[in-house]
């Protein structure tokens, strides 16, 4: 897992998984949303492949490609379950947030007073003797 951002995802309480070899990775790049739109490449999703890397992302609306992806995911997400346990120490359970307290509406609002508008004073004129 070096240079991975697993670890940090792991202790923020963000469900990962990761290959249980030690030596391999998991090397698909895939993203599936709504069922039927299948994000695939080569694109490693990274800063570096944004800014300086020669990648390819293919967006496509095909709820058939997108659910033999989301079988792939989920068949891989069962197979490296023990990948918590073995290399993260555990799932991570966080806390839940406090509530935030509520604002308080205003009661009433008071109008505001119209201001008179007023001219400015034209400029003195500078004295070009001085």
């Known amino acids: 897992m ?9 202790d923020e309480g ?15 790049k895939f993203c599936v949303i709504d ?3 299948l994000i695939t490449g080569s694109f490693n999703w990274t800063k570096q492949a ?5 990648e390819n992302l293919v967006v ?3 709820p058939v490609l997108a659910r033999m992806y989301t079988e792939e995911f989920n068949r891989m997400w069962e197979a490296f379950s023990a990948s918590v346990d073995r290399y993260l120490g555990g799932v991570k ?3 839940p947030a406090q509530p935030v307290q ?19 004073a034209p400029p003195v004129p500078e004295n070009e003797n001085a």
Do not use: C
């Open 93 to 95: 359970v966080i806390p």
């Open 60 to 62: 496509m609306d095909d």
């Open 35 to 37: 069922d039927y739109i």
């Open 2 to 10: 070096s240079g991975s951002d697993i670890r940090n995802l792991h």
């Open 102 to 120: 509520p604002v308080q509406p205003i009661q009433s609002v008071q109008p505001v007073q119209p201001v008179e508008m007023v001219e400015p």
């Open 14 to 28: 963000i469900q990962v998984r990761v290959d249980l070899d030690p030596h391999a990775q998991m090397h698909h």
């Open 50 to 54: 944004v800014g300086k890397n020669q």
